[in-house]
């Protein structure tokens, strides 16, 4: 298969706007930021988290792995072979995920049918070891617990909820409202951003503008592939750099300020990405080193959040957790698919050229 490179006005046309595009998340985080108090809003980042760790791993697979090892001189139907494995690759990969999540509910279950079904004289004996002696009649027994294991049953599973589940779990911010604290900034709430952090949002920038850049010199198509990636990653981190941001005691203008600057390196990435592309040989380099982050983005970044969301939720509930995992399962499998489209899309049109 022969790939035309397009016209430069093209690359630098398409190329800018989708930039612009994945730049102005932080902007479109601010039109979600009244929505963010709701609970419903808890299951909309939950299927973006999906969403982000179904298109990275997708478009890694389906298109940068064979542009790094320079496979485009293949038939069409080696082109095909290889996506259609990589679509079995990839389907299987999240469906021992899917069955590993559902055993572990299953149990979650059982041992919560198994609790309940205990006596009460050993729910007291067991609550009287816990907690200490009980006090004497006439003493003052309304001290707050300093843990969540003397807390009511329902207040209890709330904290570990909050506790295991840090990057669904809502911040109380001073004016009260629930926000949601998953993103690239890690660290304690009300804390000022180190200058790491700094370094790590102008990096993920510059090699997403790079990775763009190369894209789009090689193929427009291809370029849109990894840009629509790129957004279905930078959404939901945007959405809680927002929300670490305000928690930290910044006004809503500062942190927008903050959030947009933090897009700006992706613009130097562009220009960069598109003259390293024209260089024959370091376009395959850059989607090397962009498949990389990309796995390394959605396996160890995102995804071990998602079992651990699963499981916190389901000890809220059986069916809070089987639904929290519905929505993961949605949002990868729209990212998988979506990818899988974009891929055989583009190989269509490059054939019929």
């Known amino acids: 298969m022969v790939y035309r490179r397009p016209p430069p006005v093209e690359t630098w046309g398409y190329g800018l ?9 932080a ?42 090892f320079e496979l485009g001189d ?37 041992d919560s049918k198994r609790k309940l079904r205990s006596s009460p004289s050993e729910i007291t004996t067991q609550e009287n070891l816990e907690c200490g002696p009980v006090p004497p009649s006439g003493m ?5 617990p300093d843990d969540a294991s003397q807390l009511p049953r329902k207040e209890q599973d709330e904290v570990e909820f909050a506790q295991e589940n840090p990057s669904l779990a809502p911040i109380k911010s001073e004016n009260s409202e629930a926000l949601p604290s998953g993103g690239h900034i890690h660290g304690l709430p009300g804390q000022p951003m180190q200058t790491k952090a700094w370094l790590i949002l102008a990096g993920d920038s510059i090699v997403d503008g790079l990775s763009i850049g190369a894209a789009f010199s090689f193929s427009t198509l291809q370029g849109i592939s990894i840009a629509v990636a790129c957004l279905c990653e930078e959404l939901p981190h ?28 992706c613009f130097a990435g562009f ?34 959040e998602m079992p651990a969301n699963i499981e916190a939720a389901g000890k809220v509930s059986f069916k809070q957790g ?24 583009t190989g269509e049109i490059q054939l019929d050229s």
Not at 81 to 108: M, T, W
Not at 271 to 281: T, Y
């Open 74 to 110: 293949t038939t069409a139907e080696e082109i095909g072979r290889y996506i259609h494995k990589s679509l079995v690759i990839i389907l299987a990969f999240y469906v021992f995920f899917l069955a590993e999540r559902l055993l572990k509910l299953g149990l979650q279950r059982r």
């Open 271 to 304: 220009i960069a990405g598109v003259f390293l592309g024209e260089l024959a040989g370091a376009s395959s380099w850059i989607f090397a080193v962009t498949s990389g982050m990309f796995f390394y983005i959605s396996f160890i970044n995102i995804l071990p």
């Open 238 to 265: 945007e959405l809680g750099d927002l929300a670490i941001l305000l928690h930290s005691g910044l006004s809503l203008k500062r942190a927008i300020l903050y959030n947009t600057c933090s897009g700006l390196p």
């Open 27 to 68: 902007a479109f985080g601010v039109c979600l930021y009244p929505l963010m108090k709701r609970n419903f809003f808890t299951y909309v980042i939950t299927w973006m988290i999906g969403l982000a760790v179904g298109s990275l791993s997708g478009i890694a697979l389906f298109q940068l792995i064979p542009q790094a």
């Open 140 to 144: 003052a027994t309304d001290v707050p």
């Open 322 to 345: 089987c639904l929290m995992l519905a929505v993961q399962t949605f949002g990868l499998l729209v990212g998988i698919v979506l990818m899988y489209i974009l891929a055989r899309f």
């Open 17 to 25: 706007l989708f930039i612009c595009l994945v730049c102005s998340c």
